[in-house]
């Protein structure tokens, strides 16, 4: 009996190359990744939080706040530039566009609850009880469930059209168009949550598309400080 194969073969019996995701594919799964991941993690660390601790309360809401604000910009990205780059390069698709009426029903209600998560927030730093955390904890996880729900569809019925349709040159121009009101440390500490538990092939990628200097500032001064921080918020170190 044969060995069942592990890679995929070519006709002719060798094992067929796997492609390697493209650019706007990887940065987007990235993104998922790491919003993903921070919602879940808020979620556990709030639940063991002293309710009445003004410092631990007020370093997992800013974090909340923080991941909100980079899923609401991701959102409108995507919504002002990157589905219209995708509909110009299928043009009148009526099953694209079935896809992204889904898609903004979904994300519209995704940021209802990212500001649901914001008002527990508030909650919780105005009353310091208990009830006030666990609801916090609770928006932290029913968005995290949301958005696991979303972005599942939306990996599995955009990104192969993204892969198939829109170009490097139209990423590009994208990328080049997009500006953020992060401040420098909030970019910085972004960078080093995109990086946890990436791939070698999308660390490379997310590091090669920094501007130089963002590149050399992340390495010298950036990475050091975004353990810290994780430290400080988790107890733990990051997994970089």
Same mark, same amino acid.
């Given at each position: ?8 073969? +070519?006709?002719? !019996? ?5 492609? =390697? ?7 987007? #799964? ?36 923080? @991941? ?7 959102? #409108?990205?995507?919504?002002? #530039? ?12 009526? !099953? ?23 008002? *527990? =927030?508030?909650?919780?730093? @105005? ?42 040159? *139209? ?11 992060? +401040? ?13 538990? @990436? ?14 200097? #963002?590149?050399? =500032? ?16 988790? !107890? ?5």
């Amino acid at each position: 009996m044969t060995a069942p194969a592990v890679l995929p073969r +070519s006709s002719a !019996g060798r094992p067929a190359r796997v492609a =390697a995701p493209s650019r706007p594919v990887a940065c987007q #799964r990235v993104l998922h990744q790491l919003v993903r991941r921070e919602l879940r993690l808020l979620a556990e660390l709030s639940t063991w939080a002293p309710p009445a601790d003004a410092g631990r309360r007020a370093a997992l809401t800013r974090h909340a706040g923080l @991941v909100g604000r980079v899923l609401l910009h991701h959102h #409108r990205v995507e919504r002002d #530039r990157v589905w219209p780059a995708l509909q110009r390069a299928l043009p009148g698709d009526p !099953g694209l566009a079935a896809l992204l009426d889904g898609w903004t029903a979904s994300c519209a209600r995704i940021d209802h609850q990212v500001r649901d998560l914001a008002t *527990a =927030a508030r909650q919780w730093a @105005v009353a310091g009880t208990a009830p006030a955390r666990d609801g916090f904890a609770m928006a932290c996880l029913d968005l995290a469930d949301a958005v696991d729900a979303q972005t599942f569809r939306e990996e599995r019925l955009l990104h192969p059209l993204l892969a198939e349709h829109l170009g490097p040159a *139209a990423w590009s121009a994208i990328a080049r168009s997009v500006r953020s009101d992060l +401040s420098g440390r909030e970019r910085s500490l972004v960078l080093g949550l995109a990086l946890e538990d @990436v791939c070698a092939g999308d660390r490379t990628r997310l590091l090669a598309g920094l501007p130089p200097a #963002r590149r050399w =500032a992340w390495r010298l001064v950036g990475a050091r400080r975004y353990r810290a921080t994780v430290v400080r918020l988790r !107890g733990a170190p990051p997994a970089l």
